[in-house]
């Protein structure tokens, strides 16, 4: 459906340049929002990053746009879900002492 832009008034033009921007925004977040649907709370992922490489971690928390991911070294990323892979089923280890508990919540009420 071609649009004729150039019988638009400026006014005109911005309010669709406005409306095309907010169109984008939320076309990309059901995108990332539908890719969060193939993770899960506790599963092993991995990604890529210029300054460490190959990184695997477990995945803590889904955010608006992205998943929080905890990693082996006890570091803390926030991805966008594209972004990340299946890690296998490799064990999980922890570099440091520390011992990490992960308590899932019924919020549904249907124990």
Not at 5 to 18: A, S
Not at 28 to 45: I, N, P, S, W, Y
Not at 100 to 108: F, K, P, Q, R, Y
């Amino acid at each position: 459906m071609p649009i004729n832009i150039d019988q638009l008034t400026e006014v005109e033009l911005i309010d669709l340049n406005h409306r095309i921007v907010a169109r984008l925004r939320f076309l990309q977040q059901m995108r990332a929002h539908v890719t969060k649907l193939d993770f899960r709370l506790g599963e092993r992922e991995r990604f890529h990053s210029e300054s460490h490489g190959a990184v695997t971690g477990m995945i803590t928390r889904y955010n608006k746009k992205t998943v929080s991911i905890l990693t082996d070294d006890g570091q803390r990323w926030n991805l966008s879900p594209q972004l990340l892979e299946r890690a296998g089923s490799e064990t999980h280890t922890f570099s440091s002492t520390r011992t990490w508990t992960m308590v899932v919540l019924d919020i549904a009420g249907t124990s």
